[in-house]
C-alpha cells in the first residue's frame, strides 16, 4: 500500500516547456486534489477531482491544466511553463465519505528557469 | 486574500511545556477545521480536526479548540516533544470539497 505517490520528484524546466506531473494514489479515494506551495503563502489549491472524469478549478487554477481519466491517477499539466510557476507542489486525496483527512504524496520541485 | 491566516511564522518552545498555535479565518461557511503537520521534504500528515459544530477536541497531547464567534481556532500541544519540531498548516473545509490552507506556523521544541 504505497498511498499516495507523485512522480517526478524534481524538475527543472526552461521558460516556455510544457510538462504533466503525475499523482497516483491506491486507496480507492474518489477527491484528488492538486496545490502548490509558495514561501509565506501555505498550500493553494490549484484544481480539484470529485470523480473520474470531473475536474474542477480551484484558487490559481490559471497556466494549469488537469485530467482525471482513472480514478487511481490526477495528471497536473503546464502547457507553457513560467518562473511564476516555480514551486512545490503536492497531490492529495481523500474519501468521499469523510472529505475531511487529505493524505498527502512527497511533493514535486519545480524549477522554471 | 487569503481567508485561513496563521499570524505566527514561527514558535520555539521547551520541551514538556504547552505549545498553542494559532489560527484565523474570515468565511463563516466553513464546515471543518483540521491541522497538519509537514517535515522538511515530506508531504503534510493530517493531525487532527473538528467540526464547526463543536468547541472540542482532543486527541492524546493534541487539543483542538475552536471559537465560532470569533473565528479562531488553536493547536494545543501538551507535553510539547522535540519530535513535535515542524510546520504546522491549519485548513478550513468549504461546500464538502475544497479546502483552504494557512501559511503555516513552524514549531521548534528545545531540548
Known amino acids: 500500500n504505497a498511498g499516495v505517490t507523485q512522480t517526478p520528484k524534481f524538475r527543472v524546466l526552461k521558460t516556455g516547456q510544457s510538462m504533466t506531473l503525475l499523482c497516483a494514489q491506491d486507496?480507492?479515494?474518489?477527491?484528488m486534489y492538486w496545490y502548490r506551495q509558495d514561501p509565506g503563502m501555505g498550500l493553494r489549491l490549484i484544481h480539484y477531482?470529485?470523480?473520474?472524469?470531473?475536474?474542477a478549478k480551484g484558487e490559481v487554477p490559471d497556466g494549469y491544466n488537469v485530467s482525471r481519466l482513472k480514478k487511481q491517477n490526477f495528471l497536473l499539466g503546464l502547457e507553457s511553463a513560467a518562473p511564476s510557476q516555480t514551486s512545490v507542489y503536492f497531490c492529495?486525496?481523500?474519501?468521499?465519505?469523510?472529505?475531511?483527512?487529505?493524505?498527502f504524496g512527497p511533493g514535486t520541485r519545480l524549477t522554471v528557469l | 486574500d487569503q481567508q485561513v491566516k496563521q499570524n505566527s511564522p514561527s514558535l520555539s518552545v521547551q520541551e514538556g511545556r504547552i505549545s498553542i498555535l494559532n489560527c484565523d479565518y474570515t468565511?463563516?461557511?466553513?464546515?471543518?477545521f483540521l491541522w497538519y503537520k509537514k517535515y522538511p521534504a515530506e508531504g503534510p500528515t493530517f493531525l487532527i480536526s473538528?467540526?464547526?459544530?463543536?468547541d472540542k477536541n482532543e486527541d492524546g497531547r493534541f487539543t483542538v479548540f475552536l471559537n465560532k464567534s470569533a473565528k479562531h481556532l488553536s493547536l494545543h500541544i501538551v507535553p510539547s516533544q522535540p519530535g513535535d519540531s515542524a510546520v504546522y498548516f491549519c485548513?478550513?473545509?468549504?461546500?464538502?470539497?475544497?479546502?483552504?490552507f494557512g501559511s503555516g506556523t513552524k514549531l521548534n521544541v528545545k531540548p
Open positions: 492529495a486525496s481523500t474519501f468521499l465519505a469523510s472529505g475531511n483527512e487529505q493524505f
Open positions: 486507496m480507492n479515494h474518489e477527491y
Open positions: 477531482s470529485v470523480g473520474e472524469g470531473t475536474t
Open positions: 468565511n463563516s461557511m466553513f464546515d471543518y
Open positions: 473538528i467540526s464547526s459544530i463543536k
Open positions: 485548513a478550513a473545509r468549504y461546500n464538502f470539497n475544497k479546502f483552504y
